[in-house]
């Protein structure tokens, strides 16, 4: 336990990739942070997820271009960063597998290059190119060629890495139980090991952002929407770039898709994610299931027949395991990074549902950039919390 109570000038509440985005472009910045984790760092979502940093999936507009910012930063960060973190800037493609998906393809990538994105269609003999693995049906897709991958985990523990080195103290196994605010006063922060202080508080918790959100009186509209993947061991080289199939865009915005009925409950579309190392990330799913993260067998066995479906002798591969992990989902697809007008100094940067690994630099420079008052990179306006005030949804 801690004897006297701790003060910063902020606290951080998650030890995931935002909190290690946040405390590292705040410390960078010459801010006085702290962060509190309540088990280890990395344990959340952020090690239970795939390493895209992507701009293929994202709405043409605002959407788009705060990943095109965040894909920068993370080029940028791999000079910064002392560990490296698996970064390789490949890009991605979209696969299609009739007519309609090839005609949306090109309304996609018609949008996405008149906003001035890197983007390009591919005919059957491009996919040819791409891997002898693809099915030989498929019509053909699109690429963004500025996407990248980094092993998620790596990129947050090299960014506490560098945050611990830039003076930001780390706590582990220290879990928020209560916060009080007086007005004027510090904020008081009842932790497992003690107590904190701070004049400004960050909530980067991810799907547990609601529950701090409680602490201090606000309700934060964000639900756990669980995703599952399979890791299948090396043993052919099937391909070296992030493929997924123009059908994971239909089921990440809720439309309907030509599928049978269980691959359309469990949300089920191919992603497909060669790691550093050449094993395969396989997936993957997206139900409301609450907060339960064990490994629905049922669902894999729909992900690996939507494997083989786009890869055929994929069945022949090995799987060394599959785990699930919880997307911080909103209503809009938006996360909500922003400064609590109700709650003075108080900030939430959480909600990034499929995304935070692709927005999470961004979102480090962004808070930064509101907590010293400075002009933000991108406008804050859309990522506003109080614009479910009017309508929430829940899913
Ligand atoms: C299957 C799957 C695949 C994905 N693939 C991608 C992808 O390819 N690209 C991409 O961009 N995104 C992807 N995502 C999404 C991405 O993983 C998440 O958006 C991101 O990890 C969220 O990070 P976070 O820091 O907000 O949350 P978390 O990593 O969950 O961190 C929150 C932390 O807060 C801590 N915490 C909670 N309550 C308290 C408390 N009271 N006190 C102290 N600490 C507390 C938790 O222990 C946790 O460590 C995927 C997600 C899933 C599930």
Redesign the pocket.
Known sequence: MIKDAIHSDIVV???????ASISYYCAKAGLDVTV????E??????????????AIDKDPGFDSQMSLESQKLVHELQHELDIPFEYRRLGSILVCENDHEMEAAQKWVDQQQDAGLDFNMLDRQDLRDESPYLADDLYGGLACNTDSTVN?YMLTYSLFNQAKKLGVNIYEH????NIHKKEDEAFKLE?SRGLFTAKKVVN?????AP??GNMVGIDIPIYPR????IVASREQPVGLRKVMEFGYLISKFGGERQVDAMTEKYGVALVF?PTQSQNFLI??SREFTGYDTTVNHIVNQYIASRAIRFYPNMGDMQMIRSY?????WTEDHLPVISHVDEVPGFYVA?G?????????AITGKVVEEMISGKETTIPIDPLRYDRFKESVVQP
């Not at 980067?204 to 547990?208: F, H, K, S, T, Y």
């Not at 990034?352 to 927005?359: A, C, Q």
């Open positions: 509440i998650g030890g995931g990739i935002m909190g509190l984790e309540k088990n760092l990395a344990s959340g979502t952020s090690s239970r997820c795939d390493g895209n940093i992507l998620p220290t879990e928020v139980l932790t980067a918790c991810g799907v547990w529950v701090i669980k995703g599952q993947l994610e997936g993957s699930a992990g919880l997307r911080p959480a990034h549902e499929g995304d935070g690994i692709s927005l999470a």
